[in-house]
């Protein structure tokens, strides 16, 4: 790693950004006739949240979208990821539109046009409409279709007013915590379901890129997944052969058929494929090609077969999360895309961000490890771009702290404190530090 001081330059056109999602900033959750999502099911059933908090109110951004938005052209930012709610726009996720659930996020890309903030929105950041869920979810292939219809009606109205829609945010995350263990809503553990999920949510990718494209939308599609190189703790065989299923099953599993139309031999040798239903047809819809890829970035995995399992050394410490920070992982895992798909389109970085258990003091955040962090990603992605990956933009996980899933409000990612009480947004340390960066890269006139 390079002296963390000298931070590179990255390219003209390069965006710079940060992201956020529908559930976990909105609130708002039962106004101007939204639905509810299996998040709402299961922040409201008790012990799935580790504060007992829930969405319902979160960052008020849906009411205060105006000044949030108003915070990012502070920061000198020129691109947003947020995701649609999609229970706000299609209260039973099928049947009827919500038109003022519509006109929320219309008014969302007036405030981001004004101040000629690019717009990169996520159809799915993991909120399936309740009603969805109550006919199966997504262990029911019709929910496919349901998503393929929704795709293609924000296209009709939002694909020409946006840079990006992703389909999926981590399909991985909505499997296999979903799904798998249960962290996630709607909170099931049964692996062999869970691969029955990720198999329908890839499907539903490629169904809503197709439903898009027929509408000739202009914004650029693509899908986010989260991903990690996996890293034997030792060279013993054993730790490397497993460090390779954890690849298979997490990395593989979902670039593989995006890419090569195929599940990964390694991973299907181990799953249980008990409740696994493939149509012949569906490898072909999942290929579509991608006018970009969004990689979330976080941390690495590190692999041992020992009982108990050698954790990492974490020689550059550990997030609030208890997430290892490992920024070369980022270079590694870059390289090692670019290296075996060969199609693969342009890259945006669409999270990357650390949880730290901030402290105001005087009225100020004084965040140096988020600020390291940042510096320090920032190089591990600059020297992937240098040995030739083509990365296109960096969205900062996230614009406010938020809510976190089933760690609630307990973990701040924000470059902005939110304090929960009065909704008070200030700015962290971290925040001017990266407004000067960015301030200081080559913009295009
Ligand atoms: C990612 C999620 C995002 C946020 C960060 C910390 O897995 O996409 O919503 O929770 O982790």
């Known amino acids: 790693m390079k002296n963390p001081q000298t931070m590179p330059e990255f390219p003209t056109a390069f965006s710079w950004g940060v992201a956020t999602s529908a559930y976990q900033i909105e609130g708002a959750a039962d106004v101007d006739g939204r639905g509810p999502s299996i998040w709402d099911t299961f922040t409201h059933t008790a012990g799935t949240i580790i504060d007992g908090s829930t969405g319902d109110v979160a960052c008020d ?219 012949a047809e569906d490898m072909e819809i999942i290929r579509q090609s991608l006018d970009f890829l969004g990689v979330n970035y976080y941390f690495r995995a590190f692999v041992s077969t020992d009982n108990p399992p050698k954790q990492p050394e974490g020689k550059l410490g550990f997030s609030d999360m208890g997430w290892e920070v490992y920024p070369s992982g980022l270079t590694d895992l870059l390289l090692k895309l670019h290296a075996e798909y060969e199609n693969l389109p342009p890259i945006y970085i669409t999270e990357n961000g650390m949880a730290v258990a901030d402290k105001m003091e005087d009225g100020k955040i004084h965040d140096e490890q988020r600020i390291a962090y940042l510096k320090m990603h920032l190089q591990a992605l600059h020297e992937a771009m240098r040995c030739g990956v083509n990365v296109q933009g960096y969205f900062y996980w996230s614009l406010l702290d938020n809510f976190e899933w089933n760690s609630g409000y307990a973990k701040r990612f924000g470059l902005v404190h939110v304090d929960y009480e009065t909704q008070q947004r200030t700015l962290k340390e971290s925040a001017h530090w990266y407004r000067d960066f960015v301030s200081k890269q080559p913009q295009a006139k």
């Open 61 to 279: 951004h849906y009411h205060r979208y105006v000044d949030d938005v108003a915070i990012i052209a502070d920061l000198g930012l020129k691109a947003y990821r947020f995701s649609v709610s999609w229970s706000r726009v299609q209260p039973l996720g099928y049947g009827d539109w919500n038109e003022k659930g519509f006109a929320f996020y219309a008014s969302l890309l007036d405030q981001l046009e004004k101040h000629g903030i690019a717009a990169h929105l996520t159809l799915y950041h993991w909120d399936l409409p309740q009603g969805l869920q109550d006919r199966g979810g997504w262990l029911n292939r019709e929910t496919t279709l349901r998503f393929a219809e929704y795709a293609a009606e924000i296209a009709h109205r939002f694909g020409h007013r946006v840079v990006s829609i992703a389909t999926h945010n981590e399909p991985w995350c909505t499997a296999n915590l979903g799904y798998g263990n249960a962290q996630f809503a709607p909170g099931v553990a049964d692996t062999a379901l869970a691969a029955q999920v990720s198999h329908h949510l890839l499907l539903s990718h490629g169904l809503a890129l197709q439903a898009m494209r027929a509408q000739n939308c202009p914004a650029k599609l693509g899908i986010v997944l989260n991903q990690w190189p996996a890293m034997p703790a030792t060279d013993k065989a054993a730790d490397v052969a497993e460090a390779e299923w954890e690849y298979a099953r997490s990395v593989q599993w979902f670039m593989d058929p995006i890419f090569k139309g195929s599940y990964p031999q390694k991973a299907l040798d181990r799953m249980d494929l008990s409740r696994f239903h493939v149509h």
